[in-house]
């Protein structure tokens, strides 16, 4: 078995196979020299510094000694040859696999002009949190450009370590896209209470610079933010190039059916996927670290057991930390066609929204609620509940 991405679905699929008796050779390949570890901390206790790098790891190293894996780090795969069934790696050395699962992630969607700059930031790898935290403090001014997930976290992150914040996003509310305008407007709120500056409807265009560093975001509408360090948090691109020439089916991802298949011998998890989701009855890429795991350990049991082979219908879930508010996602928002409270009222900073997608409840919403009373609306997505039941009853049946 060969595993491309020391990532958590990487690891997740060869934690699993041991779990499930495989013991052959497993060789996991990542880019990084790092143990495998978790990215959602980096926008939020790492930054803040309440976390140190130990505190990310997904295992402890013991742990992954008695994987008994060949663990490659620090070294990058740059092609598949599927008829030799082999890996090249950047060294030009070769890695033959009986099974590869590819598990590469995504990489942050670059701004032009920005890469190279003092002071213009990503966030992905530890390395680059570890650059921004370190100019993050009491009156730097920091311009993030996009207001998703990310953007979001990061500004309540920086305004704890004392920084200026200013949120440039392109849409009508930071995440409407994604949450509908109203949850956006009521996150925008709890930003702009805590002293964010968010600017919406604008797009950033052009970085002015001194001496090779930032000093300033220049906006489509002419005006110029002063800027100390810049973040771009202006979405991510999944990690595909390297297949270029490998005849897999790519589009926004690695196409792959309802148990991570993509072509006979390979399958693939995590971000850099686009499952087949049965309960949502189309292809969907999920960026989610909660997913990222499942699809690693569904990946495992197809490799293991392809007689018997278990489609895998996940309820995607996410959750995030807006300051002391924490926001849980269940189902799959994006393309929503409706959406309403269904428990609380957002006035009162508490609130459940449900989303409809066809005749279905495909996700909720809920933010300030106790995990305990979101959990009986996870199994309503999951039972493709029909939108009329889920508007009339003020909670699910259990």
């Known amino acids: 078995m060969v595993v491309v991405g020391a990532s958590a679905a990487g690891l997740a699929t060869v934690a699993a196979l041991r779990q499930q008796g495989f013991g052959g050779l497993i060789t996991m390949i990542g880019d990084e020299p790092h143990l495998p570890y978790d990215r959602p901390p980096l926008s939020k206790q790492f930054l803040t510094g309440q976390w140190g790098a130990e505190r990310l790891l997904l ?14 780090l620090g070294v990058s795969a740059t092609a598949v040859d599927r008829s030799a069934r082999t890996v090249t790696l950047a060294h030009g050395g070769t890695v ?21 700059r003092g002071g213009v930031h990503v966030l992905r790898t530890r390395e680059d949190a570890l650059a921004l935290r370190d100019r993050l403090g009491n009156g730097r001014r920091l311009v993030i450009i996009g207001g998703g997930f990310l953007g979001t976290e990061v500004a309540a992150a920086a305004r704890q370590r004392g920084a200026d914040v200013t949120v440039v996003e392109s849409g009508a509310e930071p995440l409407a896209r994604i949450i509908g305008r109203a949850a956006g407007r009521f996150i925008t709120g709890i930003h702009r209470d805590r002293g964010v500056r968010i600017l919406t409807g604008l797009k950033a265009e052009t970085f002015d610079t001194a001496d090779g560093a930032v ?3 220049r906006l489509d509408d002419g005006r110029i933010l002063p800027a100390d360090d810049v ?8 990690n595909t190039d390297w297949l270029r ?8 991802g690695l196409l792959c059916d309802a148990h991570g298949r993509c072509a006979p011998g390979i399958h693939a998890a995590g971000d850099v996927a686009r499952w087949f989701n049965p309960l949502f009855g189309r292809a969907i890429r999920v960026e989610h670290r909660t997913s990222a795991s499942e699809q690693g350990i569904a990946v495992a049991r197809d490799l293991l057991t392809p007689a018997t082979p278990q489609p895998a219908a996940p309820v995607p879930y996410f959750w995030t930390d807006q300051y002391e508010v924490k926001v849980q996602s269940h189902g799959y928002l994006p393309g929503h066609e ?8 957002l006035a009162e ?15 909720v919403l809920a933010i ?12 309503a997505v999951a039972r493709r509940t029909e939108w009329a039941a889920a508007t009339s009853a003020p909670t699910p049946a259990r």
């Open 59 to 72: 295992r402890p190293e013991s742990d992954l000694k008695a994987m008994n894996l060949d663990l490659r």
């Open 349 to 363: 900073g508490r609130a459940l929204i449900g989303y409809r997608r066809g005749r279905h409840l495909t996700g």
């Open 368 to 379: 300030g609620m106790p995990v305990k009373d979101v959990r009986p609306w996870r199994a």
């Open 338 to 345: 409706e959406s309403a409270v269904l428990d609380g009222d």
């Open 215 to 217: 000093t300033g975001v």
């Open 245 to 252: 020439g490998s005849g897999l089916d790519i589009d926004d």
């Open 231 to 238: 973040l771009v948090a202006a979405g991510s691109v999944p």
């Open 96 to 116: 033959p696999y009986d099974a590869l699962v590819i598990a590469t992630g995504v990489r942050p969607r670059l701004l032009p002009g920005g890469h190279g």
